[in-house]
């Protein structure tokens, strides 16, 4: 019998990471294949400066390899990231995937299950919260996309750095960095989830909410000769079980 459902988040996908875009394909070809649907749950790329670079040598393989599945029969969802939020309508068409709101609930068995990226729960970061805001404004990602390509690359390259500085400075903090106790509790009460699905801190972990569940998927990265490999993704099995499985480095 097919896996229900398959979740991955986190990839960061770029030129300068080739194994762990070779990871994500072998993923897609050899596990992706074998499950009734995809569930890509933010920051798959680690920018998105526009549909309009879907011919870029890089994305196309991804892509092909992305609507391949599709073609296989599996259902294919997207819930943006903070780092692929401009993802549109045209590589959802071209990866043949749908693009859903975040958070999305969907059901199975005697279950509700809740998929986010999950940086709405990061609520102490007030700082991260506050660009968040500001740049999913539909004035802001409408002057952003008036650039050329290269000039969104420019200011990409930009706001990476000052994420990176950002990231740098909280890193005395870890409790800061992570979801906040009360945004996942709310959350959990409001959507009357019985499971919960996120990525983005990159903390891979299961963690009990009472008599809820919160998963946590971790960061992919096959390319870290510094450090150990990471890479996981969960799999919903038939009779309900979620199980994780780490990506062979």
């Not at 986010?116 to 999913?136: F, K, N, P, S």
């Amino acid at each position: 019998m097919k896996t229900v459902a398959l979740f991955i988040s986190d990839l960061h996908l770029n030129a300068e990471m080739p194994a762990t875009t070779k990871a994500f394909l072998d993923f897609l070809k050899n596990h992706a294949t074998t499950a009734e649907r995809l569930y890509l749950l933010g920051d798959i790329f680690e920018y998105w400066a526009g549909d309009d670079d879907l011919n870029s040598p890089f994305l196309q393989p991804i892509v092909q390899a992305l609507r391949q599945v599709s073609d296989a029969g599996v259902a294919v969802f997207w819930i943006a990231g903070n780092r692929d939020f401009l993802v549109g309508n045209a590589f959802a068409a071209a990866a043949k995937l749908t693009l859903l709101s975040d958070p999305t609930i969907f059901e199975y068995g005697s279950k509700r299950y809740l998929i986010t990226h999950g940086d709405q729960l990061c609520t102490d970061d007030t700082t991260y919260q506050r660009i968040r805001a500001e740049v999913r404004q539909p004035e802001w990602i409408a002057n952003f996309l008036s650039h050329s390509l290269e000039q969104r690359k420019a200011m990409i390259a930009n706001l990476r750095k000052q994420s990176q500085l950002h990231q740098q400075q909280m890193r005395h903090s870890e409790t800061i960095m992570d979801v906040n106790a009360d945004a996942v509790n709310n959350l959990f009460v409001t959507s009357h989830a019985d499971v919960m699905i996120h990525g983005h801190t990159h903390r891979p972990a299961v963690h009990q909410h009472e008599q809820q569940f919160r998963y946590v998927l971790s960061d992919w990265d096959q390319d870290n000769t510094q450090g150990k490999l990471r890479g996981d993704w969960l799999a919903l099995q038939q009779d309900g079980r979620l199980q994780r499985f780490e990506v062979a480095g």
